[in-house]
């Protein structure tokens, strides 16, 4: 006789489990892009314009192609004889592969020298000779409109100027009628800083052209092979069943991965050209100047209150940086993205949204850095309001969001932008989060130091994030609907194997779609082997990022389970010799309801799918599902910082900081930890040191690792989590929603919030992200808002 | 390591310089021809094969290239492969034996104290010339240790714990004075 298995034994759901990625990880084993070598593979280097904005009069490549070792040197005049100096972008606009009219960018990829060896490719690219005449430069939004601008994208003959869109989301009338009756109106006005993902590992491709085969295979670091797949059939005009691409390790992604960058396109036209495999490995410079920014967005709002504390309405106006070419890779329907998600955890009855988008002389950004699309600027400049509206109020910054917090028993919640929020316990996260930073105390400690001259600031932010896009009806890529997939096979021997459409990069799929599996089935999780990222193999799916994966993939993981249980109990009335409804389910193993002590377990099921089939049913236990979420899931978290400024030095030291995280069902405890730690980390990073700008030339500050400062293990600080909350998703198959960047969206805003805090008594209201010590000794000093917008200014 | 160029009828190729090197790698004795300026990164990567060490920034700062060199922890993108003839080189590769996994190997899996996994073969050559010279390091020596490694996805929090995880059992393996 045999019972239910113990799920937390057999690796299910909840079970804290060993990583399986880690054992080929530790044993330096990984199998990333660059460590791939193929029999009579060359190599790619990208020459990269040093201006931002110039008009190309000639270029010279005869010195590259005289030195030993080059085989090609590609540059926009060739790629535009083969139709592909530009390509279409994933916010239908296009990007320059190869510069052919003009470079609009520093670092802007101008030719390209494949060769034998990585060495003599860059030897060559310094022997190319381009003849550049400069134009004048913009660098920000306000520039980007004045009159007299000069008209970045040139090459587009409806663009007559530097505006890619203007739009609006809400209620108008209503916003301004709300506003009209207001007893005190709030405002604040804000930069969010470009800032870049910058993964250690940088972006990369292998280009394979087969002419014998005609088939064109591309390994390459992208966190949504089939994404790339249509569009290299679409850019290379290609036929998709021809293409497979190969999506290996991938060394971090955090949304740098997503987008189709012109060095991928290159490689593979190389390799095409040149009948031998292709490889290009981008340098950290490059990765730094030329791919995938995110952020850049000045926010500017305001908030109608009553004297009581409750909020009336929110008015809001952006104005985004998107670079030289508008290539967000966001799949909303939304302009902006989901930065009208803002305000979604507060019962706001009425709220007005405008936004503007332009160009400039600056990378093309708005990729997602550890965030759902424009989520993280939508949350900071919540929680910035949200602390402003109640200092202005001179309520308490916990009693304020509390009483204006959407309540429990109100969901499913309509935001004032149409959002469903669907499951939500947030004054419990905020008591949850106040008791673990001892709230009360840390306050009167904060007036005993003040009262010595020390200024102490603690910092409260929340966030819900609207994770899992998409759904199909509002959410798609180049018009593919944003649904995800998953394949499982159970083998003769109850051995299985899992593949999925999305592509993990650290986040631990390998490990925890097996969990779902023994969830769903019983099947110990070392039974199953979890596979993604080849196109040939892999279910159609699109991709990893935008917290994406467990909220939809990981629901097809389930969902193909019970697919596979349904046929197994099938299998089980036969074996069992009772019909289908006289047959019951516990974890592993089918039993008849009078009868307990009669059953069969699923690997017995497995073993007569193909051995002892009834007649007339179709062989072997395979299944697929795709998932179509019918919304986003709505994570929350509490995020509680106190600070130390030193106002001498304007340098701000973190004393505690506590985190509570309500993100439904978790899978792998361990792993969603280690999300959440990386998610602070990045927080801080943002909040304190990751400075990446731009000079009034155009000229990347922070191009390399010297200048773009990470937090190492020395600075980070230490992080205190909660898991006490759980709201299970309603819509989701196992209650489980997105985690991965809760902490990045919500954190900076908690880490800005305990400095601003701390300086309180200067009455200045805002300094820019990042807060370098000279920009907190400047506010403290001269008592005056600081400005992070580029410009830097020349003592920067 | 052999590189073959088409003929142009000229002797640029002839005027490549080559030195011979040798040097042990992971115990190993080995004998190369490179060009002086070849880095030892990549010597590792594409001349041994040894892909474990990883390449990140180019610039000393990011440390996912970190091997030892006659013990010392070394960014070995920023030092000439011509610079180790004659010493000791151990990679990622070298840290496990046949049966067994190095206690730091079982520590960042214990201790969840990697993610993507590329900065992990550093992050552990790192901490293993740490604890070569301090068995039983605080917290905040190891995360002083570690300060030249970078990684962005764990936070650094479970990797100091994975490394003090490893500092315990090589002391409880450690052969008694």
Redesign the interface.
């Known amino acids: 006789m045999s019972q239910a298995v113990d799920e937390i034994k057999i690796g299910g759901l909840g079970a804290s489990r ?2 399986v ?10 199998n ?1 892009t ?2 791939i ?1 193929l029999p009579g593979m060359l190599h790619m280097e990208i020459l990269r314009s040093p201006l931002a904005h110039a008009r190309i009069k000639s270029i010279d490549a005869s010195k590259a192609w ?4 080059v085989h090609l040197v590609l540059t926009g005049e060739m790629m535009a004889s083969r139709n592909l100096a530009w390509m279409p972008t994933l916010s239908y606009d296009t990007q320059a592969v190869l510069a052919t009219d003009k470079v609009r960018f520093q670092g802007q990829e101008v030719a390209c020298v494949i060769a ?2 990585p ?1 003599i490719a860059k030897d060559a690219c310094e022997a190319i000779v381009v003849d550049y005449e400069p134009l004048p430069v913009i660098v920000n939004p306000a520039q980007a409109v004045a009159d007299g601008a000069p008209v970045i994208r040139d090459d587009k003959e409806t663009q007559p100027d530097n505006v890619i869109y203007d739009w609006e989301v809400g209620d108008r009338d209503g916003t301004d009628r709300a506003f009209a009756s207001a007893d005190l109106v709030s405002k604040l006005e804000l930069h969010y800083p470009r800032s870049h993902p ?5 972006c990369g491709s292998i280009a394979d052209f087969n002419r014998a085969t005609s088939k064109l295979t591309v390994y390459m670091t992208t966190q949504a092979p089939h994404i790339i797949r249509a569009a290299v059939a679409m850019v290379a005009e290609l036929p998709e069943h021809m293409i497979r691409i190969i999506s290996p ?6 949304g740098n991965k997503v987008p189709v960058y012109p060095g991928y396109v290159c490689s593979i036209l190389a390799s095409i050209l040149l009948e031998r495999p292709v490889k290009w490995i981008e ?3 490059g990765n730094l100047i030329s791919t995938g920014f995110a952020r850049d967005v000045y926010l500017k709002g305001e908030m109608a209150l009553r004297r009581d504390g409750k909020i009336l309405a929110v008015r809001m106006h952006t104005d985004a940086d998107h670079g030289a070419f508008f290539s967000d890779a966001q799949p909303s329907k939304f302009k902006i993205g989901l930065m009208h998600s803002a305000f979604a955890a507060y019962d706001v009855p009425v709220a007005h949204l405008t936004a503007r988008g332009t160009y400039s002389n600056k990378a093309p950004g708005g990729v997602a850095y550890r965030c759902s699309f424009r989520v993280t600027e939508a949350m900071f400049f919540q929680e910035r309001m949200v602390q402003a509206a109640a200092a202005d109020l001179g309520m308490d910054q916990a009693e304020f969001r509390r009483m204006n917090f959407v309540p429990d028993d109100a969901f499913p919640h309509r935001t004032p932008f149409g959002f469903l929020t669907d499951s939500g316990q947030y004054a419990k996260c905020l008591e949850v989060g106040l008791k673990a930073i001892d709230y009360e105390n840390f306050r009167a400690q904060q007036a005993e130091a003040r009262s010595r001259g020390r200024l102490l600031g603690l910092g409260i932010s929340t966030m819900t994030e609207p994770l899992g896009a998409g759904n199909s009806r509002e959410y798609d890529i180049l018009g593919i609907k944003m649904f995800d997939s998953a394949e499982l096979k159970v083998h003769m021997t109850g051995k299985a194997i899992v593949r999925t459409g999305a592509r993990g ?4 799929h390998e490990t925890t779609w097996a969990q779902i599996v023994a969830h769903e089935l019983g099947i110990p999780a070392d039974d199953i082997v979890v596979e993604e990222g080849d196109t040939d193999t892999a279910p159609f799916g699109m991709g990893t990022y935008a917290s994406r994966s467990t909220p939809v993939a990981g629901a097809a993981v389930a969902m193909v389970a019970r697919k596979i249980r349904a046929k197994a109990r099938q299998l089980a009335a036969h074996l069992l010799e009772v019909s289908e409804e006289d047959i019951e389910w516990a974890l592993g193993r089918f039993y008849v309801r009078s009868a307990p002590d009669r059953g069969v377990t699923i690997q017995e099921c497995a073993v007569a799918a193909y051995a002892n089939m009834p007649d007339g049913m179709e062989p072997g236990l395979d299944a697929t599902a795709y998932y179509d979420p019918p919304n986003l899931t709505w994570p929350f978290a509490v995020y509680i910082v106190t600070v130390e400024v030193d106002p001498d030095t304007g340098v701000w030291d973190v004393l505690n900081m506590v985190a509570v995280d309500d993100c439904g069902v978790r899978i792998n405890p ?2 969603v ?2 999300q959440i ?6 927080a801080y990073a943002m909040s304190n040191m990751q400075f990446i700008t731009f000079d009034a030339d155009g000229n990347c500050v922070g191009s ?3 200048d773009y400062l ?1 937090p ?3 600075e ?1 600080p ?2 205190e989590l909660h898991s006490e909350v759980v709201t299970p998703c309603p819509h989701h198959p196992i209650g489980a929603k997105g985690i991965g960047e809760c902490a990045a969206v919500g954190g900076p805003a908690a880490f800005v919030n305990a400095v601003m805090d701390a300086i309180s008594g200067t009455g200045v209201r805002n300094v820019d992200m990042p807060l370098l010590p000279d920009r907190v000794w400047e506010a403290i000093t001269y008592r005056r808002d600081v400005s992070g917008a580029p410009p830097v200014r020349s003592d920067d | 390591m052999t ?4 003929d ?1 009828g000229d002797d ?2 002839a005027q ?1 310089p080559m030195r011979r090197i040798k040097f042990t790698v992971n115990g190993e004795k080995k004998i190369a021809e490179v ?1 002086p ?2 880095l030892l990164a990549h010597l590792i ?2 001349g041994l ?11 000393t ?2 440390g ?1 290239c970190t091997v030892l060199v006659d013990g010392q922890a070394v960014k070995s993108c920023t030092m000439l492969a011509v610079q180790v003839d004659g010493r000791e080189i151990q ?3 070298g ?2 034996s046949a049966s067994e ?1 190095h206690p730091l ?1 079982e520590g ?3 201790e ?1 104290g ?8 550093g992050m ?1 050559l790192a901490a293993k010339a740490l604890l070569d010279r301090n068995p039983d390091p605080t917290e905040e020596e ?3 240790a ?15 714990k994975s490394v003090l995880w490893a500092a315990a059992k090589l002391r409880a393996q450690a052969p008694a004075d």
């Open positions: 060993k990583r990625e880690d054992s080929r990880f530790i044993r330096g084993k990984g990333y660059d460590d070598v005289d030195i030993p070792g034998d060896d060495y910058s993964p250690i590992e940088c390790d991938i060394g971090g992604g955090f340098d950290k410079s990069q650290g986040q631990g361990m792993i930890e280690g730690m990386g998610g602070l980390t990045e390399n690792y010297m990470l190492t293990a020395w980070t230490g992080f | 590189t073959v160029y088409s142009r640029a190729a490549v060009e300026r070849l990567r594409q094969r040894l892909t474990g060490t990883h390449t990140g920034c180019d610039t700062n990011c996912a990679t990622v590769e840290l496990a996994l190997q960042f899996r214990e969840h990697l993610q993507c996994g590329f900065c992990t073969p552990m190891v995360r002083w570690l300060s030249g490694n970078l990684c962005r996805c764990t936070g650094y929090q479970n990797i100091v």
